[in-house]
Each structure stands twice: as structure tokens, then as C-alpha cells.
């Protein structure tokens, strides 16, 4: 089967044709990537997952851990208590 013919870049003027699942040529691309990285993409995107959200994992780690070791205590005192009633 013949592949889909290429497009024209979508850059304004320009006459060279689009990369296969692209809408603009090689030289464009890296333009409006750059654009897109500076004008377009939200400037907190990196800000969510700050200090905050890595001491609340560590935090929810700590807990579990500590939640692990008195369910183990727990258990080992409730078998320790079932000998001594046996």
C-alpha cells in the first residue's frame, strides 16, 4: 500500500514539506518546540511536584513503616499471649 503523500510545513512562507506525523519541516520544528517551551507551556508545570509533595511521600512512607512494626508487634504479642493461655 502507497504511503500518504508529506504536507506542506504549516510554517507561514514556507514551501518544504513536513516529516511523516509532523506539521512542520525539521528547521521549523525545532522553532516552534522552542516557542512552545517559552510563550505556551504553563510555567508551574515543574512547581507541582515540589518540597511539599516529597515530604508528604516520605511522610506517608514513614507511617506506613510504623504502622508495619506495631501490626508485627501485634501480632507477635497476640501469639506470645495464646501460649501462655494454652
Not at 508545570?45 to 511539599?52: S, T
Amino acid at each position: 500500500m502507497p504511503r500518504k503523500p508529506r504536507r506542506c510545513c504549516a510554517y507561514p512562507g514556507c514551501p518544504k514539506l513536513a516529516e511523516e506525523k509532523s506539521t512542520y519541516c525539521a528547521e521549523h520544528k525545532k522553532v516552534m518546540d522552542k516557542q512552545y517551551q517559552t510563550y505556551e507551556r504553563p510555567t508551574d508545570i515543574n512547581k507541582k511536584y515540589g518540597r511539599a509533595w516529597k515530604r508528604f511521600l516520605s511522610d506517608q512512607g514513614t507511617r506506613n513503616k510504623i504502622t508495619y512494626f506495631l501490626q508485627h508487634l501485634f501480632y507477635i504479642f497476640r501469639c506470645k499471649l495464646l501460649q501462655f493461655t494454652l
